[in-house]
């Protein structure tokens, strides 16, 4: 089965990163520059995202404008979103995740956390 992640960030050194981090044949990966990019790849995608990771501020769209969207929409709202930020203050932290977000990683974050996070996520939709 492979595993369709949207990675969202205005940094191309993030998403270069993000995609050595999961350079892996059961995910297939899509890019975002920002929020409104991200917004019309999942508008007209193929194929669902099972999961989305997320920056939080960028231009255009930021990511918080960007997780109220999707947890507004009945087509997305299941998609499971990692915010990965430096924005790491508790009501940042706190914000998110009352705004939907799956888990929340502050930059800079572990590699194996990000697989962590997204592997235990994988395993949920398995049993679900």
Avoid: C
């Amino acid at each position: 089965m492979t595993w369709h992640i949207l990675v969202v960030d205005d940094e191309p050194v993030n998403r270069e990163i993000i995609g050595e981090y999961l350079d892996d044949p059961t995910y297939a990966l899509a890019m975002a520059e920002d929020g409104q990019d991200a917004w019309e790849q999942l508008a007209a995608a193929s194929e669902p995202f099972d999961l989305i990771v997320l920056d939080r501020m960028m231009p255009r769209m930021g990511g918080m404008e960007l997780l109220h969207k999707v947890k507004a929409d009945a087509r997305f709202r299941h998609v499971p979103v990692i915010m990965q930020t430096a924005a790491s203050s508790p009501e940042q932290v706190r914000e998110s995740i009352a705004a939907g977000a799956y888990y929340y990683l502050t930059k800079p974050y572990d590699p194996e956390a990000l697989i962590a996070v997204e592997e235990a996520r994988a395993f949920e939709r398995i049993r679900a």
